[in-house]
């Protein structure tokens, strides 16, 4: 018996259309390693509809007041929250994640961030106006950029979809959004919701591979490329641009190291940093993947850690016991692998260092120490649920070896003397630092990294700042 496959399809000017010249690609549940969708392989001619959809779209949605868009964004809020179930269904599919910590920990997050954009959207300021030259008043406007491109990854489909579409329609722009070929299912779903919210136009999905990101990024119509992605597709997003001169968003590769001084609470900082480390796979930015630990409690910590990763569990998305679920598709599977294969002989597997099971992309957590600061595995992201733990002897080296990466997205320190705490808050560079806890996020601070992590903003006023633009008007007080 064939089980007949979901058909995704994009969602352009309003209407759910197949890919122009009729392409598919296939659609993998990675806990299964089963297909179980295709979705339209979007070429040069759907890039085209979209963007002309959203350039029409443009001047209606940009002339609309900004209660407006807070009220249409609530109503999207709203309208998620009503179908949380569906729109879980459809990410755990998408990605293997375990369903009761997808409900719980991403759903209302996402929520949460539509409406705080919904109220930034009344936000938009100026400095006062002033004569600053005789007989002359300036003022300031702040005015959306236009038509934004918009590539989400795979490992945070619904969320960082949000983290996409909220502060550009929120400021006025419109939107032409590409999920990764690998997890398209929940945004199609979101602008099912969406569509009875919207102008049509506004908001467009199209589906397809890295050679339809790249086409939506070098299309004339954008003024804005915005990519949460790998260094490399970040790199190649930022040359094509350049061409005409867009502006450019990005959130790249991370290398979080969590730094613990030796009068941390060691059973919380381990616990924690297990649950940073491993939750979803490790497939975060901001993971806690990189453990430096003061030689003084490093065979402890190390020790229990270990343990802590033995009982950290992994497996279907049904089973409530599981923390994450597979890595999300054969690739990453292979990578995450091969760094374990490539480990030199001084590096120790404390814990895992293997897949788990036969049928789906799952991997063990674990935990490898015994690492020198220039090997690959500390230099490069895994993306995947492997903590490395590295020993220190003083706080300068525990900096040097923070911040001896090419990623300054995200650290932490633990610690219980507050003065140190400050020093390393701003001695590491990285955008962002916690300190005795790792990997919290809200809507109202701003995520994003620099050096090879990319620059822009996500959440924030300062994230919905990245959509504006500033125009300086003088008006003569001789009329």
Not at 11 to 21: H, L, N, Q, S, V
Not at 66 to 93: G, N
Request: with cysteine; aromatic share 8%.
């Amino acid at each position: 018996m064939t089980t007949e496959l979901r058909r995704l399809r994009n969602y352009i000017g309003g209407e759910f259309k197949d890919a122009a010249d009729g392409r598919t690609t296939e659609v993998v549940n990675p806990a299964t390693g089963e297909v179980y969708a295709t979705a339209p392989l979007s070429g040069q001619a759907d890039v085209d509809a979209a963007m002309a959809a959203a350039a029409a779209a443009f001047p209606g949605w940009r002339d609309t007041t900004p209660s407006d868009r807070q009220k249409a964004l609530l109503k999207i809020a709203d309208a998620f929250e009503a179908r949380a179930d569906e729109l879980v269904a459809a990410e755990s599919e998408n990605t293997g994640k375990p369903l009761g910590l997808t409900a719980s920990e991403e759903l209302p997050p996402m929520v949460d961030q539509i409406r705080f954009f919904a109220g930034a959207a009344r936000m938009l300021e100026g400095r006062s106006a002033g004569e600053y030259m005789e007989g002359m008043t300036s003022i300031i406007r702040r005015e959306p950029v236009g038509v934004c491109a918009q590539v989400a990854p795979w490992n945070y489909p619904m969320m960082m979809a949000v983290w996409k579409f909220a502060p550009a329609i929120a400021a006025g722009n419109t939107v032409v959004l590409k999920p990764s070929d690998t997890t398209p299912a929940s945004t199609v779903l979101m602008a099912e919701i969406i569509d009875s919210v919207l102008p049509k136009g506004v908001f467009n999905v199209v589906c397809g591979d890295r050679e339809t990101g790249k086409a939506m990024v070098e299309h004339s119509t954008p003024a804005m490329a915005s990519i949460t992605g790998s260094v490399r597709a970040g790199m190649q997003v930022a040359e094509s641009a350049s061409k005409d001169v867009k502006r450019v968003h990005l959130e790249l590769g991370g290398k979080a190291p969590a730094v613990v001084f030796e009068d941390a609470d060691i059973a919380k900082a381990v616990e924690d940093i297990a649950v940073a480390g491993y939750f979803n796979a490790g497939q975060d930015c901001t993971a806690a993947c990189r453990v430096l630990v003061h030689e003084s409690i490093h065979d402890e910590f190390v020790s229990a850690l270990a343990k802590a990763a033995a009982d950290t569990k992994t497996g279907q998305p049904d089973d409530e016991d599981v923390l994450y679920g597979p890595l999300n598709n054969p690739n990453q599977l292979k990578q995450v692998a091969g760094f374990i294969e490539r480990l030199p002989a001084h590096a120790k597997v404390e814990a895992g260092g293997h897949q788990v099971g036969e049928k789906g992309y799952f991997y063990a957590p674990t935990v490898i120490s015994g690492l020198k600061q220039d090997d690959e595995i500390i230099q490069n992201e895994v993306f995947g649920p492997v903590i490395t733990v590295q020993s220190f002897t003083d706080e300068a080296q525990a900096v040097a070896y923070a911040n001896g990466v090419e990623f300054a997205l995200a650290s932490s320190v633990w610690t219980k003397d507050h003065g140190r705490a400050m020093r390393m808050s701003k001695n590491l560079d990285f955008g962002c630092v916690w300190i005795n806890t790792h990997i919290p996020l809200v809507a109202e601070m701003p995520h994003g990294g620099f050096k090879k992590s990319g620059y822009g903003k996500d959440l924030s006023a300062y994230g919905f700042e990245d959509y504006t633009r500033i125009k300086h008007v003088m008006t003569s007080l001789d009329g």
